[in-house]
Structure formats: C-alpha cells, structure tokens
C-alpha cells in the first residue's frame, strides 16, 4: 500500500489542497512541517495524533520540519469561546524545551525542529504589514472559521493577526527550506490556506497541505488539555501506566479508529486484530494492542512491558511484584491509610472510615466485599501484619485503598 492510500485507509486526510497532492506523497521526498504552539510545557495525547502522521510520512522518506512557535506562542491562536491567557517569555522558552526534548525522542533526532521566533523577533511592524499585510484581504481573514465564530463575542487586534503570523511562518519555510506542504489537524486549516495564500499571490507558486480529524474521546471531546482530560507525553505528568490504563479502557466504538491512527501496525495485522476482538470482545485483545504500541512509541518497549506487569499486578490485586516506586506512581490518586502497628482487618475497615460501622464491616466481610491482597476476607480477625510495607485492600469491584506499615 502506498502513502496516500494508507493514509486514506486510516482516515487521517480530511481537507486538502493541491490537486496532485498523492503524487506528491507517493512521489519524490518533499520536505513538510507540522507546528504547535508552546502552551504547555509537555506535548499531550491530542498533539501525538498529529504527530505519527507526520512520523508516517518520514518514515516513507518526506523529511519533517517541526516548528515550536515561539512567536506565535507569544500572541495565541484564536480559541472558540475566549482569549488565550498570555504568558511570560520565560515560561514559553521552558516550554520550548519541553516540546523539544520530546519531537526529538519521537523523531530519533531525525527531525528538523525550528522556533519561529527565530524569523520574526527583528520583523518591524511596518515591514510586516507592507510584505505580508498587503496580500491579505480583510474580508479573506474575517470568513475564517475560527474569527467568524469570534465576531460575536469580540476579538483582539493580536488574535486577529494570528493567521497572518502563521501564513508567513509557511511562506518563510516554502523560501527558506523548499518546504511545500503544511500537515495539521483540521482546526488549522484555516491558517494553513492564508499561508497557500501568501505563495501564491508573492511567489506566483503552489502549497500543499492536507489536515488529519481532531481524534475524540467516546464522548465527543477533544484529547486536550483543555477539555481536562489530557494525556501528557511527560511521564512526570501523566505516567506510562497511566496512558496504558487510559486506553486499555478505550470504548468498543473507538478502539478500531485508535489503532488505525495512533499505531502503525499495517492494515492486514490491524484486520486481523480487529476480527479477534469481535469473536472474543472480553479479551479486549484490540484495546491491548493499542495501549502497548502507543506507549512503546512514546516511552519506550520496556516502559510498555512495565505498563503490562503493573495491569496484571492490579488485575489480580497483587502488588507484591511491583517496586515500591511502581506502587507510590499508580496508587498515588487512591487514599491511603498509615498503620503502625499490626490490626485486624475489621478495625482496620472501621478506625480509616472504609465502613461506616463494625456492623457494617461485618457485612462486607460477609458478602465478599472485601479483599486484601488479592484474598477475599471473610474472618474478621484476618490481621494486616508488618511483613511487607504496602498492602491493597479492595472494597467491591473498584474502591481501593492503600495500606503503608509504618516501620
């Protein structure tokens, strides 16, 4: 299969322009790039999906320019609703680096990455409007989607500008770098045309650019920040276990999407996936797949295998395989309970409030409700012992709590 038909297959081509826009994917090596804005300083799982597409396309030979907007970070594309909040100069360079140091993993230091502060910092405002301003028609620039939907509500003169400073950022690196296609997500599409714009009416040539649909959660929503349901790709944010968890969990309805963009198994393993998952759904065969390729390509394979252990460790809720350290990173959001001295399981249950009586207590232990290490407990003289510094005790199907022996 070729570029564009797998891309095709996979459902990540939605707007596009060029009419030989395949030739140019199943052609010669072209040079593209993809761009974000330095909002954070850890990319999250709504910019990966972005990104294994522009991995795909340097993995069939295209060489990829990754731009970390350092000047258009410092203005801030227009949001549906709001304004973006500005943020100070040292908080977009840290973030910078943050965003570097991850398109580089990903890439294999394989890709180009530019800023383009870089290209702009010394830009005069007269210069700008005059070499860029000038092509640009206002009406153009208010049929924007995005500034359309502003119009309401209000926008500022910068919000307004941004289209302009992205447009450039295409027309510089079409000069600068012979780069000929821009690749984003679909919310971009009305920016990456200004930047068709600009070349065409200054440099009398044609762009490329072809937009991926924004990936949604089961529910509708956006993998953003935003949408307060983000995945950080740094660990010390959201760690690999958690990614793992996250999609292992993917709906049914979903997961096939998921596979087709967020891996890169090729399309006859992804059928036969897919074909076992539906004889045997309890298997959940197509959401382990996903959970482990996405964090092996955005980890590592032996942080995937450690996501694999951990899941089997809480499956059975015997944590006694993990490390300490494993153990404080996936329990870290479950409440915990200091013991400093060995106590029965019931006045363990009582004195932390996990039930709200010793009767109550009773009647858990009575009706399988409680399990400790894994053990349903049903003597209520069962005593939690100093013999190991971390036990687990599970109320029901999903309540945890995590026992620290004080020694």
């Known amino acids: 299969m070729n570029l564009y038909e797998d891309l095709i297959w996979r459902g990540l081509i939605k707007d596009v322009a060029g009419e030989d826009l395949k030739d140019k994917l199943d052609g010669k090596p072209i040079t593209f790039y993809w761009g974000t804005d330095p909002t954070a300083d850890s990319l999250h799982i709504g910019h990966y999906s972005s990104l294994v597409t522009a991995k795909r396309l340097a993995n069939y030979g295209h060489h990829p320019i ?10 801030g594309d227009p949001r549906p609703t709001s304004e973006r909040e500005i943020l100070d100069y040292q908080t977009i360079e840290n973030n910078i680096k943050g965003i570097r140091k991850q398109i580089d993993k990903l890439f ?3 890709a180009e990455i530019v800023d383009n502060y870089n290209w702009t910092k010394n830009y005069t405002l007269i210069e700008f409007l005059r070499d860029i301003g000038k092509y640009i028609n206002v009406n153009y620039m208010i049929n924007k989607d995005i500034i359309a939907r502003r119009l309401e509500t209000g926008i500022t003169f910068a919000e307004f500008s941004y289209t302009l400073l992205q447009g450039y950022d295409f027309l510089h690196l079409y000069q600068e770098k012979n780069c000929i296609m821009q690749v984003e997500g679909s919310d ?6 200004t930047g068709i714009e600009l070349i065409k009416k200054k440099l009398g040539k044609e762009a490329y650019a072809f937009t991926m649909p924004l990936i949604l959660d089961a529910n509708g929503n956006k993998f953003g920040k935003s949408e307060g349901n983000a995945l950080w790709l740094d660990k010390q944010k ?8 996250y999609l292992i969990n993917s709906d049914d309805s979903k997961v096939l999407e998921y596979l087709k963009v967020f891996t890169f198994l090729p399309r006859e393993e992804i059928e036969k996936i897919m074909c076992e998952h539906e004889k045997h759904p309890e298997k959940r065969i197509a959401q382990k797949t996903l959970a482990y390729e996405v964090v092996k390509d955005i980890h590592s394979k032996e942080e995937a295998d450690r996501a694999i252990r951990v899941s089997e460790a809480l499956f059975t809720d015997d944590i006694k395989q993990l490390t300490e350290q494993e153990i404080e990173e ?5 409440p915990s309970i200091i013991l400093d001295n060995e106590d029965t399981i019931l006045n363990v249950l009582v004195f932390n409030k996990i039930a709200a009586s010793r009767r109550e207590a009773r009647e858990f232990l009575n009706n399988n409700a409680i399990s400790l290490d894994g053990t349903l407990i049903n003597d209520e003289n069962i005593t939690i012992k100093n013999n190991s510094k971390y036990h687990l005790i599970r109320k029901g199907k999903k309540k945890y709590y995590l026992i620290k022996i004080r020694f």
């Open 238 to 245: 959201t760690s690999p276990y958690e990614i793992y968890q």
């Open 66 to 75: 990754l731009l970390c907007g350092g000047a258009t970070g410092r203005i």
């Open 108 to 110: 294999e230091s394989k």
């Open 188 to 193: 971009q599409w009305g920016n990456i045309t």
């Open 330 to 334: 996936v329990f870290a959001n479950i």
